[in-house]
């Protein structure tokens, strides 16, 4: 299991966050253009003139209620109209918005209400609690920084030995922490579970999820600390629990199928499928465990450290972890309102 350190993972936001500024505009101050050569969206505002990502661009559209997907079909000279018609149809409405860039280029489009809470700000407030960066280090292949998203999985040193019918598996407990800076995720916390050997991670519900309105620093910092201690103590062993409870489940080839197809789809790939048998075949040579509800959740698991994207990863890891049995409280191992429909449902027959 590779490990790094906090100070590390500080380094590397800090080198992230070089050449980000932030700014607070009038509507009326903004211009749209369309870059003759690349076709990309720009904005023009007093602060300079700022090329949109992606991400902002689909959030310039929510806020003037434009489909996306209909503006980047659209010729250059339509997709201007577009845009000029509805945000001078907007700026009659006035208000500000908050431009937060990164260089030339426009990360996110958002409103004046947004609370600022950002990675740095994160890693400020772990580096509070005394468990972090000593007994809870961050798991390096499991961090992920990108242009929308943060994930900070931290995992305690210790391994514990859980057995079921002569079946023994060893687990590390941690944490997993995400967050967004341009709007794209909560602030939020779940317990998680690291399998030894072959690195799988398991992720509950989120115990701590904090939308960027009205954050208040210091009591989300008290937060931070006491789910950390509750995941720790109780929600990932669990899940550890729960694992073992799936050794007993027995999954037909349909009920596979089904499940497969349906974590190929919340990933947004069909082609998936695929990937979930081949390690679904490989997860039942090793664990010798046969045709289990256990074998089909390590296999999405395994699967999952193969996708690039940090969000698809934890979007399956979520998702295996539904499949578990319940255990103790429902509230840690059962959809809740952020999720999809209990996914176990796609074991009935």
Known sequence: MRMTTLDAVCQRVAADDEGKQDYLCPLEGLTYEVAPQRGKSVLIC???????????EGQLCQKLGIPVSYLRRCPAWLKRQNIDYWLERRKQRGGEVLLRTKGNWLRAFL??????FDNKDLLKALSAIPAVGTELLPHSSGLSLTDKS????LIKQEPIEVQRDG?????????YL???????LRVSLSACLHREGCGNIFVSTCLLAKVHLGIQREHLVQRLSEFITNALQLTAPKIASALLKALSVEISAPQRERVFARAAKLAGRKALVELFQQAYQQERLESGVGDTLFTATQALTRAAQHLPDADDRYLLSRFAT???PPNGSRQELVASSEDIADPRLFLLT
């Open 167 to 175: 079946y023994r598996e060893r687990f590390y407990l941690g944490v």
């Open 178 to 184: 995400r967050n967004s800076e341009v709007g794209f």
């Open 46 to 56: 007093p602060h300079g003139q700022f090329t949109l990502t992606p991400f902002a």
């Open 322 to 324: 539904q499949l578990l």
């Open 111 to 116: 409103s004046q209400s947004y609370s600022l």
């Open 150 to 153: 943060f994930h900070l999985p």
